[in-house]
């Protein structure tokens, strides 16, 4: 699983044309992982959000993060290794903007 | 879902997001006012970062612009929403109220009001009360979507001059209560008359700055071709000088790519390969040509026009009918008597054949020193001149004057050709 932070926040200022720009930059990442047959599945995150918490479970309202960890969206890819899964990753189109990724391997339960 | 499979990656239409812009800038600017262009430009602005997550992880819809435009009206009904809230009236009132608006923005949002939207904008951005500067950079942001960093690259400007034009422009724009609107009657002809200037700026910062990388300056003729399109097919803009400006532009842009020469060099009307020439834009400069032809107003965009579909009828340089070139100058002579106009005249008697009589025309032109020694065209023609007519000296003087001048390395590179030619004496080719 990629887990993608921050390059969705408010703050980030693109002209339409860089919007465009990199929009295409991710069309094309994820184009190159299904063509790969590596692409299974990918979401974004809505930024409202609550969370949970506490002996006394205390109700908050998010967003939890402010920015660049911000909780964007997630990728479920199919990948052999975390390395090669680390490798793939590389081609995020983000990391210009202060985006960063998560790579977290979906551990598998054997059933009985 | 994976809308990804299989295929080719997806593709948006060049400039979608641009082009998106200037309209949802344009509506959301007559729904919250001119003095709210902070407020619009924020709106439009979370509309394409909502496009980004959601298009960017699942499919690009079937009509990305009506979609962006269905965010960006919700939005705005939102706002509006809230704006009513707090008004002190009564709750019945207010959804009365609320309704009506709601429907009002809703025929903001055709495409004939926004069309009419973007020309308001136009027009507002071409206020006459504006500096020309302003008006050019207030335009690109506000008109044609560009962000600051590309207006300065486009105009070879720095952000933060252009960041200060803009502001100056708005804050003149509210603190002068400038209305949103088209303007009527002989205001009208006024307007237009600037928003031709306008246009016709960005063109030719587009096709003649030497500076600027080649795929913006590309971008700022489209843009000024797209803007002038969009005036012609409004019922205000589709006056004759419309399209005589569109068909000059169209004539020129059929030029663009055979100027300039595999190694970055500029290759002049005589050598331009005419086969390279775009022959649709050509042929498109000839129909807005034909529709400029109406009313008894003749602009200098008419005649600028005919010159050019002039060199565009020849088959090459030399069969170029230099007798009605000159007669189409003498005309623009008189309706701008400007220093270029009458460099190009003068070049114009050179090509036919009275070289002494060229030269005599430069040294004519009120104010020749100051030009000769601030812009390096009038230096390079004159020196060129000279050469052909024998006189080395002043040829050399001037064409070297012209090298130190121009800021361009191809422009540069011509010059040193021409420098070497003159050293060595080797006649000028073509000159008899």
């Known amino acids: 699983m990629f887990i993608f932070r921050g390059s969705a926040p408010k703050d980030l200022v693109l002209s339409p044309e860089e919007a465009q720009a990199s929009m295409q930059k991710w069309f094309e990442w994820i184009g190159q992982l299904s063509a790969k047959g590596r692409y299974v599945a990918g979401d974004p995150l809505l930024k409202e959000g609550k969370s949970i918490e506490g002996k006394k479970p205390v109700v908050t309202d998010g967003p939890f993060a402010e920015g660049k960890e911000l909780v964007g969206g997630y990728f479920i890819i199919k990948a052999e290794s975390l390395e090669e899964a680390t490798e793939l990753a590389f081609g995020f189109p983000d990391f210009e903007i202060q985006g960063s990724v998560e790579i977290r391997e979906i551990m598998k339960i054997p059933m009985a | 879902m994976n809308p990804h499979q299989g295929g080719s990656p997806q593709q948006l239409v060049d400039h979608l997001f641009r082009h998106e812009a200037g309209k949802m800038i344009a509506v959301l600017t007559r729904i919250f006012g001119i003095h709210n262009l902070e407020l619009v430009e924020d709106t439009v602005q979370e509309t394409f970062l909502k496009a980004l997550q959601t298009w960017k992880y699942h499919e690009v819809p079937e009509n990305p612009s009506a979609w962006l435009m269905r965010v960006a009206r919700n939005r705005t009904i939102d706002l509006v929403r809230r704006q009513q809230r707090l008004s002190a009236i009564s709750e019945e009132l207010s ?300 040829a050399y003087r001037h064409l070297s004057n012209a090298y130190a001048l121009t800021p361009s390395l191809a422009e540069k590179k011509l010059l040193q050709d021409k420098l070497d030619k003159v050293e060595t004496d080797r006649p000028e080719p073509g000159a008899s």
């Open chain 2, 95 to 394: 959804l009365l109220l609320q309704s009506e608006a709601e429907l009002t923005i809703l025929q903001f949002f055709l495409d004939t009001e926004i069309a009419d939207s973007q020309l308001r904008m136009i027009f507002t951005c071409c206020h006459p009360a504006l500096n020309p500067e302003d008006q050019v950079a207030l335009t690109l942001k506000t008109v044609s979507g560009f962000g600051v960093i590309e207006i300065a690259k486009a105009l070879v400007s720095s952000e933060a001059t252009i960041q200060k034009r803009i502001y100056r422009a708005k804050e003149y724009i509210k603190d002068n209560n400038i209305p949103f609107e088209i303007p009527v009657g002989h205001d009208l002809q006024e307007r237009l008359d600037t928003v031709y200037t306008v246009l016709y700026l960005l063109f030719n910062e587009g096709y003649n700055s030497s500076k600027a990388d080649e795929l913006i300056r590309h971008d700022l003729c489209g843009e000024a071709m797209r803007l002038c399109k969009l005036l012609s097919e409004h019922r205000v803009g589709g006056v004759p000088p419309t399209f005589a400006l569109l068909s000059l532009m169209c004539f020129q842009a059929s030029r663009f790519n055979s100027r300039i020469g595999d190694h970055n060099n500029i290759i002049l009307l005589e050598h331009q390969d005419r086969r390279s020439w775009n022959q649709e834009l050509i042929k498109k400069g000839y129909q807005y040509l034909n529709l400029s032809a109406t009313g008894n107003i003749l602009s200098v965009y008419h005649i600028e026009s005919a010159i050019a579909a002039e060199h565009c009828l020849a088959p090459d340089f030399h069969s170029t009918n230099w007798v009605s070139m000159l007669k189409l100058y003498d005309h623009l002579l008189a309706l701008k008597p400007s220093p270029i106009v009458q460099l190009n005249r003068a070049i114009l008697l050179a090509q036919l054949g009275n070289t002494a009589a060229a030269i005599d025309a430069i040294l004519d032109i009120s104010g020749l020193d100051n030009l000769l020694q601030h812009h390096y065209i009038y230096p390079a023609v004159l020196g060129d001149l000279y050469w052909r007519a024998g006189n080395r000296d002043a």
